[in-house]
């Protein structure tokens, strides 16, 4: 199975997971142009969504909130990337949801990690370690 993300100027396909549509802060890479320039980066959705999770029971918006807020704003889930990933995860078993009031008393969703999540998490984790260590790697010796 494959997906598809469209950006401003591209089609990208991923097999399996879905891509997460990060957008890089031109505040936060110093740059002085006015608009954020969208960019992909493949694999790190369900890790996100899962790491935001193991905090405790979270509304969709609150978890796009916190994983902007705990980048710096160099990172922002856009809800066609987030809600979709939520709803897989969820059919996975990772997580589990119901729902409630919100803090301004509106229903929502609330999702929180399962057992099963959390293992996935550690695998998760485990692997993009490994990816990073190899980037790191290749930046030394290049």
Same mark, same amino acid.
Request: no cysteine.
């Given at each position: ?21 990060? #957008? @890089? ?8 142009? +006015?608009?954020?320039?969208? =960019?992909?980066?493949? +694999?790190?959705?369900?890790?996100? /969504? ?10 969709? @918006?609150?978890?796009? #909130?916190?994983?902007?807020? #705990?980048?710096? =704003? !160099? ?9 979709? !990933? ?6 996975? +078993?990772? /997580? ?16 929180? /990690?399962?057992?099963? +999540? ?16 190899? #980037? ?7």
């Amino acid at each position: 199975m494959s997906t598809s993300l469209q950006t401003r100027n591209s089609s990208v396909k991923s097999p399996l997971t879905p891509p997460l549509a990060f #957008v @890089y802060s031109p505040r936060y890479l110093g740059s002085n142009m +006015g608009k954020a320039k969208p =960019d992909v980066l493949q +694999g790190t959705l369900d890790l996100l /969504i899962l790491k935001t999770l193991t905090r405790g029971r979270q509304h969709g @918006y609150g978890i796009a #909130v916190h994983i902007q807020q #705990v980048s710096k =704003d !160099a990172l922002r889930v856009e809800e066609g990337s987030l809600y979709p !990933a939520l709803h897989r995860i969820e059919q996975d +078993g990772w /997580i589990k949801s119901e729902w409630g009031a919100s803090e301004n008393n509106r229903k929502a969703k609330f999702y929180s /990690i399962t057992p099963s +999540g959390r293992r996935q998490l550690a695998r998760e984790e485990k692997k993009w370690e490994h990816l990073t260590s190899a #980037v790191a790697t290749v930046l030394r010796f290049a």
